[in-house]
């Protein structure tokens, strides 16, 4: 069952403005995510089992080693992972 409520409606709002902000997609995903966790941690929203997945996919995605540049397949794949948790949200 979806998490209701105003905190809930202006977490996943937040999410969204977070991923749609002016900036670099690798930046404002893990900003995005770190926000999502919150939520999760203060009760705010219920991760469903898909968003823990696609979560653990965007992680990768975001790995980075030292040093190496933003961009490329990490921005792409975490393109399509955000519009895949946006979409999932609303059951979180």
Do not use: C, Y
Not at 28 to 42: C, M, S
Not at 45 to 57: C, G, K, Q, R, V
Not at 77 to 90: M, P, Q, S, V
């Amino acid at each position: 069952m979806a998490s209701s409520g105003p905190r809930a409606d202006a977490a996943r709002a937040r999410f969204r403005e977070r991923i749609a902000a002016k900036g670099h997609v690798v930046d404002n995903a893990r900003e995005a995510v770190t926000g999502l966790e919150a939520a999760f941690a203060d009760g705010v929203l219920s991760p469903t089992p898909a968003l823990d997945a696609m979560l653990a996919d965007l992680a990768v995605a975001l790995e980075q080693d030292e040093g190496q540049k933003l961009g490329g397949k990490s921005a792409e794949a975490a393109r399509f992972i955000l519009r895949a948790i946006t979409r999932e949200l609303d059951q979180a």
